[in-house]
């Protein structure tokens, strides 16, 4: 069976704490430390939900790449 044109399933496009946590490789407190800055945006969602928007998740990790290149 061919499968080249299989449909590509997206993943969540809302991110929680502990899946960034565990991609990222970084501990709960730094997360939320990322969130409380604002340096990981994120949306609100109820009165104590966050959620990350997987394309801002994205664009925080190439910002890392970004700073890592600059500091070489």
């Known amino acids: 069976m061919d499968t080249t044109d299989a449909p590509v399933v997206p993943g969540k496009r809302l991110l929680d704490w502990k899946f960034i946590a565990e991609d990222a490789g970084i501990g709960k407190?730094?997360?939320f430390a990322l969130l409380k800055s604002g340096e990981l945006r994120s949306v609100k969602i109820g009165p104590k939900t966050r959620r990350v928007p997987r394309e801002w998740y994205e664009e925080w990790?190439?910002?890392?790449?970004?700073?890592?290149?600059?500091?070489?």
């Not at 990790?61 to 070489?72: G, Q, Y």
């Open 29 to 31: 407190t730094q997360v």
């Open 61 to 72: 990790l190439e910002s890392l790449k970004a700073t890592a290149i600059n500091d070489c």
